[in-house]
């Protein structure tokens, strides 16, 4: 087989509107989604897609400036590629973890049309033919435009998570917190499990929790059906500290995002969870390799959700497919938004899963018109700062926080910055 070269990067930032404003422990997603839409063209003609994003912002000039260094790479030298991106020592210069990823997604891709497979096939081969997904629940504020989609009281939440479930079939849900006093998010938890009984749930309130007040949240939830207790606080010695007090598994997607950190996370004990991240962990690959070591040494995996359009839904799905000791409901933001980029619009959800694409490559193509339009409300809309919150002007917390937003003020914020 003749080599497939790299012979450009094609990168395009896109918004796409959420149905509302989500609120994290560090800021919110202000309405919308911004992601940078990757096209690796080949000399022999084959374009593949990756995706990148989540901060808020244009990653565009990035992928520029990788051209240099990849135009001429083989596409299926896919080792060298991580050491021609993201060599550990230059990491310490310029950390292209997540710019590595766009483009092994973009890789596999082309590797997979060009074999006429499926990007699973590549990875081992699928051990299912759908992945499950939480609901994944946050706070909202409304859409300032239509007034609705606020999700601020127990009752408001407990409404989402039934339409959600009425929607798409959800059995598992997950609760993005550490915006609101502990225990008022505590009230809103113990209302969602209540409400949906049988499903499973799992809290995630980003790290913004004291020890204390991870305690008290955890020992409040004892009874329910906990899948996990992600991030309540920062670090694996308070994680490890934490487990000594509440007796629910631990997970993350914040604190071991590398093999480094899973090493010393065998090493000392703090998570049994390691939420994988394909964006995160610099590829569809090292999740692979990661959830390995995690089957070898007794740790649980699961699919995390750093934001995603199609494009990184399905890589999402293909690393979903092959995992063995895949014990969890994934995580995906994707239901939140209105739209999609992909070519027949956004996929669709049956019985809380997604079906595995089953085209060559990642199985995803591109609506032309769709990027451009939604180039367009890039341009127009310009990026977001994830790390902070319209409704909180001049507010950023510490870890732990302290000044929690109050649950008692319904308020629409603007979504300019
Ligand atoms: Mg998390």
Redesign the pocket.
């Known amino acids: 087989m003749s080599a497939t070269t790299l012979s450009a990067i094609r990168a395009t930032p896109v918004t796409v509107p959420l149905e509302a404003p989500l609120l994290h422990s560090n800021g919110a997603h202000w309405g919308r989604f911004v992601r940078t839409i990757v096209e690796v063209e080949t000399a022999d003609g084959y374009v593949g897609l990756g995706e990148m994003g989540g901060g808020g912002e244009d990653a565009t000039r990035a992928f520029g400036a990788l051209a240099e260094y990849l135009r001429g790479h083989d596409v299926f030298r896919l080792e060298a590629l991580r050491f021609a991106i993201c060599n550990p020592t230059a990491s310490l210069y310029n950390n292209r973890t997540q710019l590595h990823a766009a483009i092994e997604f973009a890789c596999l891709d082309i590797i997979g049309q060009k074999l006429g497979v499926p990007v699973h096939a590549l990875l081992g081969g699928k051990l299912r033919d759908e992945v499950e997904f939480a609901s994944y629940l946050f706070f909202r504020y409304a859409d300032p435009a239509t007034g609705r989609g606020e999700v601020r009281t127990a009752e408001q939440l407990v409404e989402n998570a039934r339409a959600l479930k009425a929607a798409h079939g959800f059995r598992v849900h997950k609760l993005k917190g550490g915006v609101y006093p502990p225990a008022h998010e505590l009230a809103c938890y113990r209302a969602l499990a209540a409400s949906l009984p049988g499903d499973r749930f799992r809290y995630?309130p980003?790290s913004a929790l004291s020890l204390a007040d991870a305690i008290d949240f955890g020992r409040g939830i004892l009874d329910l059906t906990n899948d996990y207790f992600?991030?309540p606080v920062w670090g694996m010695p308070q994680l490890a500290r934490l487990k000594e007090f509440v007796p629910i598994p631990t997970a993350t997607?914040?604190v071991v995002v590398n093999f480094e950190q899973l090493a010393a996370n065998i090493r000392s004990p703090a998570v049994d969870v390691i939420?994988l991240d394909t964006t995160f962990w610099g590829g569809i690959r090292p999740c692979i390799k990661a959830a390995g070591v995690c089957e070898t040494m007794g740790l649980g995996v699961a699919v995390?959700s750093s934001g995603e359009l199609g494009i990184q839904l399905a890589t999402m799905l293909h690393l979903g497919a092959v995992l063995p000791n895949l014990g969890y409901a994934a995580d995906a933001h994707y239901h939140h938004l209105v739209d999609d980029v992909i070519a027949g619009g956004p996929m669709k959800y049956s019985g809380g899963a997604i079906r595995v694409p089953e085209g060559n490559g990642l199985g995803v193509a591109l609506d032309r018109e769709k990027l451009k339009r939604y180039h367009e409300l890039f341009r127009e809309l310009g990026g977001y700062p994830y790390d902070r919150d319209p409704g909180r002007p001049g507010w950023y917390p510490l870890v732990p926080n302290r000044n929690w937003a109050d649950p008692a003020r319904s308020i629409t914020p603007r979504l300019t910055r």
Request: zero cysteines; glycine letters at 0%.
């Open positions: 995630d980003n992600e991030d997607n914040t939420l995390h």
